[in-house]
Protein backbone atom coordinates (compact mmCIF):
# COMPACT_ATOMS: atom_id res chain seq x y z
CA UNK A 1 0.00 0.00 0.00
CA UNK A 2 1.78 3.41 -0.75
CA UNK A 3 2.50 5.73 1.94
CA UNK A 4 0.52 9.22 1.68
CA UNK A 5 2.40 12.11 0.63
CA UNK A 6 3.72 14.66 3.00
CA UNK A 7 1.16 17.61 2.57
CA UNK A 8 2.82 21.19 3.76
CA UNK A 9 0.59 22.10 6.61
CA UNK A 10 0.13 26.13 7.00
CA UNK A 11 -0.71 27.70 10.74
CA UNK A 12 -2.47 30.30 11.26
CA UNK A 13 -2.16 32.55 14.19
CA UNK A 14 -5.73 32.91 15.93
CA UNK A 15 -7.29 35.36 16.02
CA UNK A 16 -7.05 36.43 19.75
CA UNK A 17 -3.20 36.51 18.90
CA UNK A 18 -3.19 38.15 15.88
CA UNK A 19 -5.36 40.71 17.66
CA UNK A 20 -3.15 41.03 20.84
CA UNK A 21 -0.06 41.77 18.22
CA UNK A 22 -2.14 44.49 16.37
CA UNK A 23 -3.11 46.36 19.78
CA UNK A 24 0.55 46.18 20.93
CA UNK A 25 1.82 47.99 17.59
CA UNK A 26 -1.13 50.51 18.15
CA UNK A 27 0.01 51.07 21.89
CA UNK A 28 3.77 51.62 20.98
CA UNK A 29 2.75 54.04 18.02
CA UNK A 30 0.47 55.94 20.72
CA UNK A 31 3.73 56.51 22.96
CA UNK A 32 5.94 58.04 20.46
CA UNK A 33 3.23 60.43 18.91
CA UNK A 34 3.11 63.55 20.54
CA UNK A 35 1.33 64.29 23.84
CA UNK A 36 -0.07 67.78 22.49
CA UNK A 37 -0.75 69.95 19.24
CA UNK A 38 2.09 71.66 17.38
CA UNK A 39 2.82 75.03 18.95
CA UNK A 40 3.05 77.82 15.91
CA UNK A 41 4.38 80.77 15.37
CA UNK A 42 4.57 83.08 12.28
CA UNK A 43 6.63 85.98 11.65
CA UNK A 44 7.29 88.69 8.62
CA UNK A 45 10.78 88.61 7.88
CA UNK A 46 11.14 91.40 5.72
CA UNK A 47 9.72 93.22 8.60
CA UNK A 48 12.07 92.19 11.14
CA UNK A 49 15.08 92.66 7.93
CA UNK A 50 14.43 96.51 7.80
CA UNK A 51 13.20 97.60 11.60
CA UNK A 52 16.14 95.30 13.97
CA UNK A 53 18.74 97.64 15.05
CA UNK A 54 21.50 95.11 13.34
CA UNK A 55 20.24 96.43 9.71
CA UNK A 56 20.74 99.51 10.56
CA UNK A 57 24.40 98.91 11.91
CA UNK A 58 24.75 96.68 8.81
CA UNK A 59 23.57 99.54 6.47
CA UNK A 60 26.28 102.26 7.72
CA UNK A 61 28.72 99.83 7.13
CA UNK A 62 28.47 99.12 3.93
CA UNK A 63 28.04 102.98 3.61
CA UNK A 64 31.62 103.48 5.12
CA UNK A 65 32.47 100.39 2.67
CA UNK A 66 31.26 102.04 -0.48
CA UNK A 67 32.59 105.94 0.85
CA UNK A 68 36.55 104.33 0.80
CA UNK A 69 36.02 102.91 -2.50
CA UNK A 70 34.75 106.09 -3.84
CA UNK A 71 37.05 108.14 -2.15
CA UNK A 72 39.87 106.19 -3.95
CA UNK A 73 38.02 106.27 -7.06
CA UNK A 74 38.12 109.55 -7.33
CA UNK A 75 41.48 109.89 -6.40
CA UNK A 76 42.21 107.62 -9.44
CA UNK A 77 39.73 109.42 -12.04
CA UNK A 78 41.68 112.74 -10.48
CA UNK A 79 45.42 111.36 -11.39
CA UNK A 80 44.13 110.23 -15.06
CA UNK A 81 42.42 113.99 -15.44
CA UNK A 82 46.00 115.61 -13.89
CA UNK A 83 47.92 112.93 -16.54
CA UNK A 84 45.44 114.11 -19.28
CA UNK A 85 46.64 118.15 -18.69
CA UNK A 86 50.30 117.19 -19.00
CA UNK A 87 49.79 115.75 -21.80
CA UNK A 88 48.31 118.61 -23.55
CA UNK A 89 51.85 120.73 -22.83
CA UNK A 90 53.95 118.29 -24.51
CA UNK A 91 54.29 118.72 -28.36
CA UNK A 92 52.62 116.19 -29.98
CA UNK A 93 54.35 112.86 -30.82
CA UNK A 94 57.34 113.86 -28.79
CA UNK A 95 59.23 111.28 -26.89
CA UNK A 96 57.61 113.07 -23.16
CA UNK A 97 54.18 112.74 -24.99
CA UNK A 98 54.32 109.01 -26.08
CA UNK A 99 55.67 108.65 -22.24
CA UNK A 100 52.77 110.50 -20.70
CA UNK A 101 50.01 108.54 -23.45
CA UNK A 102 51.13 105.32 -21.96
CA UNK A 103 51.02 106.14 -18.54
CA UNK A 104 47.36 107.11 -19.28
CA UNK A 105 46.40 104.19 -20.42
CA UNK A 106 47.96 102.15 -18.00
CA UNK A 107 46.23 104.51 -15.61
CA UNK A 108 43.13 103.74 -17.40
CA UNK A 109 43.12 100.07 -17.11
CA UNK A 110 43.83 100.15 -13.40
CA UNK A 111 40.76 102.33 -12.79
CA UNK A 112 38.60 100.38 -14.86
CA UNK A 113 39.96 97.56 -12.97
CA UNK A 114 39.47 99.17 -9.38
CA UNK A 115 35.69 99.82 -10.41
CA UNK A 116 35.16 96.33 -11.36
CA UNK A 117 36.98 95.19 -7.49
CA UNK A 118 34.53 97.38 -6.36
CA UNK A 119 31.31 96.40 -7.56
CA UNK A 120 32.45 92.98 -6.45
CA UNK A 121 33.62 93.96 -3.33
CA UNK A 122 29.94 95.88 -2.14
CA UNK A 123 28.25 92.91 -3.94
CA UNK A 124 30.03 90.53 -1.49
CA UNK A 125 29.76 92.28 1.86
CA UNK A 126 26.32 92.67 1.21
CA UNK A 127 25.84 88.68 0.84
CA UNK A 128 27.88 88.54 4.00
CA UNK A 129 25.50 91.07 5.93
CA UNK A 130 22.24 89.42 4.42
CA UNK A 131 23.25 85.97 5.93
CA UNK A 132 24.67 87.18 8.78
CA UNK A 133 21.68 88.77 9.11
CA UNK A 134 19.53 86.12 8.87
CA UNK A 135 21.53 83.44 10.97
CA UNK A 136 21.22 86.19 13.91
CA UNK A 137 17.24 85.93 13.37
CA UNK A 138 16.97 82.14 13.42
CA UNK A 139 19.22 82.62 16.56
CA UNK A 140 16.70 84.75 18.20
CA UNK A 141 13.61 82.52 16.82
CA UNK A 142 15.36 79.54 18.56
CA UNK A 143 16.22 81.21 21.57
CA UNK A 144 12.21 82.59 21.56
CA UNK A 145 11.47 79.50 21.19
CA UNK A 146 12.80 77.59 24.44
CA UNK A 147 11.77 80.64 26.28
CA UNK A 148 7.90 80.35 25.25
CA UNK A 149 7.73 76.73 24.25
CA UNK A 150 7.26 77.67 20.51
CA UNK A 151 7.47 74.09 18.11
CA UNK A 152 7.78 76.22 14.75
CA UNK A 153 8.55 79.68 13.93
CA UNK A 154 7.49 80.35 10.10
CA UNK A 155 7.77 82.68 7.77
CA UNK A 156 4.13 84.05 6.44
CA UNK A 157 4.76 84.87 3.03
CA UNK A 158 1.07 85.57 2.70
CA UNK A 159 2.00 89.09 3.34
CA UNK A 160 3.82 90.18 0.49
CA UNK A 161 1.61 91.77 -2.33
CA UNK A 162 1.74 89.64 -4.97
CA UNK A 163 3.03 91.91 -7.94
CA UNK A 164 0.92 92.60 -11.21
CA UNK A 165 3.86 91.06 -14.05
CA UNK A 166 3.34 88.77 -17.21
CA UNK A 167 1.76 85.14 -16.45
CA UNK A 168 5.54 83.83 -16.25
CA UNK A 169 6.76 85.74 -13.22
CA UNK A 170 3.13 85.50 -11.87
CA UNK A 171 3.56 81.61 -11.81
CA UNK A 172 6.38 81.72 -9.97
CA UNK A 173 5.63 84.00 -7.54
CA UNK A 174 2.41 82.20 -6.61
CA UNK A 175 3.86 78.80 -6.57
CA UNK A 176 6.63 80.24 -3.75
CA UNK A 177 4.24 80.91 -1.54
CA UNK A 178 3.44 78.66 1.30
CA UNK A 179 1.04 80.34 3.31
CA UNK A 180 -2.57 81.22 1.64
CA UNK A 181 -3.80 82.67 5.23
CA UNK A 182 -1.48 83.14 8.83
CA UNK A 183 -3.98 83.73 11.75
CA UNK A 184 -2.34 87.24 12.52
CA UNK A 185 -2.58 86.72 16.42
CA UNK A 186 0.00 84.27 16.29
CA UNK A 187 2.35 86.57 14.68
CA UNK A 188 5.10 87.31 16.77
CA UNK A 189 7.52 89.29 14.67
CA UNK A 190 7.97 92.18 17.57
CA UNK A 191 9.03 89.59 19.81
CA UNK A 192 11.75 88.29 17.40
CA UNK A 193 12.78 91.99 16.90
CA UNK A 194 13.11 92.80 20.20
CA UNK A 195 14.93 89.65 21.19
CA UNK A 196 17.33 90.63 18.21
CA UNK A 197 17.96 93.85 19.45
CA UNK A 198 18.60 92.87 22.82
CA UNK A 199 20.73 90.45 21.86
CA UNK A 200 22.69 92.78 19.19
CA UNK A 201 23.34 95.72 22.20
CA UNK A 202 24.54 92.90 23.83
CA UNK A 203 26.68 91.93 21.64
CA UNK A 204 28.28 95.43 21.30
CA UNK A 205 28.41 95.66 25.07
CA UNK A 206 26.04 98.78 25.29
Not at 24 to 36: G, S, T, V, Y
Not at 108 to 124: D, L, P, T
Request: net charge negative; no cysteine.
Amino acid sequence: MPLASAQPTSRRLPFATGGLLLGAALLAFAALAPQRPAVVATVDLERVFNTIDLQARTEAKLKAISADLESRRNTMRNGIEELQEELESFQPGSPAQLEVAKRIEEAIAEFRAFEAFGRMKVEAEQAKAMREIYLQIRTAAAELSKERGWDYVMVDDSIPTIEPTDAARMLQQISSRRFLYANGSFDVTDEVVAKLNAMTESASGG
